[in-house]
């Protein structure tokens, strides 16, 4: 005789743990809680030197605890206010590149993957090929600015990334997951093809759009060297091309010839590399508690598919 399938769990939640099983969890615990603190050990070294002072970094190196506290590191940044405009900018490009990107790796995804698309096959193995053969910079730059027209244009920025042939090939063997009677189902019922990616498909990928929107938010946020190649007369530049140009031009500034007579030993030029990394990193590691659950089962899914 069967049995009810709530006996099935209520026995499954009477299973008495035995002393091994207890003694190999604390290990697994303790083995994860060191990693963490490993991981997170560093982040709080950087947060601590961000506030030290410049002849502490150079006289004692890094330090968790600040010797003699001080701000100056972090008022140099924001000193000319022009920061927020970057991190506006930024947070804009982050957004659209984001939205617009995941979007079309996602319908190109799954159209690679349709079996009545043409060509499928021919047109994948184009998209694979630019992932191991790339022209160079100088074919690069010349198209972006003799054909494209885009120097000194933030398009110049957000293009480029918004798609990826990586991000397309993973987007594609996780789309192999959906089931094609998903879409022949849609096509029985008189819907067009749009129409069964954006209501049936699409609600299915929801790990995968996660994945490759948490790889995209990350290129866009940590952005910079699309910048220094076509956004030379910008007054509101990227947030990494601008606390990149900051970092640069202090330290230029204090192995100059005008530090022979200009006094720049109070410069933090030590610090100054601890605090853009904190306003570079800690509003973007807020968004990956978002996307975790999804982010390892859609690269799983990418990767163990065929």
């Not at 900018?89 to 079996?115: H, N």
């Not at 021919?122 to 100088?138: D, E, H, P, R, V």
């Not at 140009?245 to 230029?252: C, F, H, L």
Request: with cysteine; proline share 4%.
């Amino acid at each position: 005789m069967a049995k009810h399938p709530d006996d099935m769990m209520e026995g499954t939640s009477k299973i008495k743990l035995t002393t091994s099983d207890y003694v190999i969890r604390g290990i697994g615990y303790v083995f994860i809680s060191l990693f963490a603190i490993a991981s997170i050990f560093p982040f709080l070294v950087i947060l601590g030197s961000s506030f030290e002072t410049e002849d502490n970094i150079i006289n004692y190196g890094v330090t968790l605890i600040p010797r003699q506290f001080t701000t100056a590191a972090y008022g140099l940044v924001l000193q000319n206010g022009t920061i927020w405009q970057s991190y506006g900018l930024t947070i804009c490009l982050t957004l659209i590149g984001t939205l617009v990107g995941v979007f079309i790796c996602s319908m190109t995804g799954y159209a690679l993957q349709r079996r009545d698309f043409p060509f499928r096959n021919a047109i994948s193995f184009f998209i694979y090929f630019t992932s191991l053969f790339q022209a160079g910079l100088a074919p690069y730059y010349l198209l972006m600015t003799q054909t494209y027209h885009l120097n000194n244009n933030y398009l110049a920025v957000l293009l480029p990334l918004m798609v990826s042939s990586w991000l397309i090939i993973l987007m594609k063997n996780f789309a192999k997951s959906v089931p094609h009677e998903m879409t022949e189902s849609g096509k029985i019922d008189g819907a067009g093809d749009f129409r069964i990616y954006w209501s049936l498909i699409l609600p299915m990928l929801t790990p995968g759009l996660a994945t490759i929107g948490l790889f995209l938010a990350l290129g866009y946020w940590n952005e910079w060297y699309q910048s220094s190649l076509f956004l030379q007369n910008k007054d509101i530049l990227p947030l990494q091309y601008r606390l990149y140009k900051i970092v640069n031009e202090a330290s230029a500034l204090k192995n100059s010839v005008a530090s022979q007579y200009v006094d720049v030993s109070n410069l933090p030029s030590e610090s100054l590399k601890m605090a853009t990394a904190m306003m570079t990193t800690g509003p973007i590691i807020f968004l990956y508690p978002f996307v975790q659950r999804y982010f390892i089962g859609g690269i799983t899914v990418g990767a163990v598919k065929g």
